[in-house]
């Protein structure tokens, strides 16, 4: 949890920083060279709302406050749902764009189910007494479950690998 909870808080500095400067996002082609993305009107909201969410969040787990276990499971559904809704405004456009879809679509639902694996054997840490002393999480099902999902990521690009050089 102390590693979440520092990615949060760098999450809040850099969100911030980005509110602060307006500057969105870099960008670098060899054909273009650099190219620098700015906040337009209210978008910077967006990087304020990020600043509170991360903050809150990162205070959440710091207290071991109750209400952050249920706002995390929020948190991993709702930034699931919007990767694929974006993934699938890019894709379906494109010819066979379906297709990256469902790859999107099932991706998106094994980290998921991985990442609320993980999330659901924290529960205790949560609890208003407090973990058990010497109390650590049982991770060893999760692990097999990554290799399980690694080794399936990894057929997943052979086959695609292996149907784009034999289309050609």
Known sequence: MRA???LLVLGCIA??????????????????????AYFAG?????AVASALVCGIGAWGIYRRAPIVWPIGW??????????VVEAAIMLLPQP???VGVI????????????????WQRHREYFSPDGPPAGWSPD??????????MVAI????ILAAVAMGIFHR
Do not use: C, E, K, M
Request: glycine letters at 10%.
């Open 4 to 6: 979440l909870q520092w």
């Open 103 to 118: 790859g999107v679509a099932v991706g998106a639902t094994l980290v998921v189910a991985y990442w609320g694996i993980w």
């Open 153 to 156: 990521a990894l057929i997943f």
């Open 74 to 83: 929020v948190a991993l559904l709702v930034s699931a749902l919007w990767f």
């Open 15 to 36: 969100s911030i920083a980005s509110a602060v400067n307006g500057v969105q996002s870099f960008s670098y082609d060899s054909a273009t060279g650099s190219h620098t």
């Open 42 to 46: 209210w978008d910077r909201l967006w």
């Open 139 to 148: 991770l060893g099902p999760l692990r097999w479950f990554a290799v399980g």
């Open 96 to 98: 066979y764009g379906w």
